[in-house]
């Protein structure tokens, strides 16, 4: 059995859903550092990393298909992205929920 390969016809679509959602993302990453620099809580400093992991994963998508990145890189770099923004919003979660020691900590 031969590899599978796309071509660059098949590629482009999936170029354009990865370029809109690496925009849409990186709009929200700015968004949620704004917040942070306006509020200075650690709460929001751990959203923008968790935004901010998302919008690398983005990126890491879009240079995978333009070759720039290779399949196994890809998989480790998201996989690992994906780890960083689960662990960073469960963290937050944790230590901000109201009761939490850090949350009376914050008042």
């Given at each position: 059995m031969g590899q599978v390969t796309w071509g660059v016809d098949a590629a482009v679509p999936i170029l354009v859903v990865i370029l809109l959602a690496s925009v849409g993302t990186g709009?929200?990453?700015?968004?949620s550092v704004v917040a942070y620099r306006r509020r200075r809580r650690p709460q929001y400093g751990l959203i923008a990393v968790a935004i901010g992991a998302l919008w690398l994963r983005s990126v890491v998508g879009a240079g995978t298909v333009l070759g720039v990145v290779p399949?196994?890189?890809?998989?480790?770099?998201?996989?690992?992205?994906?780890?960083?923004?689960?662990?960073?919003?469960?963290?937050a979660v944790y230590?901000?929920?109201?009761?939490?020691?850090?949350?009376?900590?914050d008042r």
């Open positions: 709009l929200l990453f700015v968004v399949m196994p890189a890809h998989h480790f770099i998201s996989h690992s992205l994906d780890l960083l923004t689960a662990g960073t919003v469960l963290y230590m901000y929920a109201p009761g939490s020691v850090a949350a009376s900590d």
